[in-house]
């Protein structure tokens, strides 16, 4: 099972971030480990997606994170942009991620199976 995703805040400056939990904060803050020793251990990537949710991550910068896979990023976005919960944002999501890809096997399966692609449904 996945971690799930932290809703969104908009901070005093107006960028959109994820919203922190004050206890990591703290802890990150406070309990003698940086985020370079952290760097260097062997957490997973999905821990370390959640770990920048958790600490109030940018939802833009989140996307140039080499750890934070592009589902994430646009299940998150899906959730900032319609304010869905992250449940409904994610099938929303993935049903335009299946419209994408059914388009773009639309002219290969015409070609492969030589009819026109808009006889395909």
Do not use: C, W
């Amino acid at each position: 099972m996945k971690h799930p995703i932290q809703p969104m805040v908009v901070d005093k400056h107006g960028v959109i971030r994820f919203k922190k939990n004050a206890l990591v904060e703290y802890l990150l803050d406070n309990g003698g480990i940086d985020m370079n020793d952290l760097a260097v251990r062997g957490f997973s990537d999905e821990d370390r997606q959640q770990f920048a949710q958790l600490i109030g991550y940018s939802l833009g910068g989140y996307s140039d994170l080499g750890y934070v896979d592009k589902d994430a990023v646009g299940v998150a976005e899906k959730m900032e942009a319609t304010g869905l919960p992250e449940d409904k944002a994610r099938i929303m999501y993935l049903g335009g991620e299946l419209a994408a890809v059914r388009e773009g096997l639309r002219e290969p399966i015409a070609r492969l199976y030589n009819i026109h692609p808009d006889d395909l449904e």
